[in-house]
């Protein structure tokens, strides 16, 4: 119900744009977010953007990573600029019901930052 796509290699300093599709039935009254997991490491909050377009981020973004959300296409996006080798990880979707319905996560898109 989460299809992540848009990861890959990238060299350090590019930018890659994560886009994640919900169905129709999980989005409106959903948070919908950007989580991480580098190996090794436990999974962290990358961004989050709620129904009204609220939004959280974790210390790290530091403006370089932006979050965003199309109604209407029910799709999230996460455009990540100034990008560094430890941003390194699988980038997760996820879908955190605003009315007590559950949540849901994508299946994770790698992202790899190397030379």
């Known amino acids: 119900q989460l299809v992540e796509s848009g990861g890959g290699l990238v060299q350090p300093g590019g930018s890659l744009r994560l886009s994640c599709v919900a169905s129709g039935s999980i989005f409106s009254v959903y948070t919908m977010g950007w989580y991480r997991q580098a190996s090794g490491k436990e999974r962290e909050l990358v961004a989050t953007?709620?129904?009204?377009?609220?939004?959280n981020s974790g210390d790290f973004v530091k403006g370089r990573f932006t979050i965003s959300r199309d109604n209407a296409k029910t799709t999230v996006s996460l455009e990540m600029n100034s990008l560094q080798p430890e941003d390194t990880a699988v980038y997760y979707c996820?879908?955190?019901?605003?009315?007590?319905?559950?949540?849901?996560w994508g299946q994770g898109t790698q992202v790899t930052v190397s030379s």
């Open positions: 996820d879908a955190d019901s605003e009315v007590g319905k559950g949540n849901y």
């Open positions: 953007i709620t129904s009204g377009g609220r939004i």
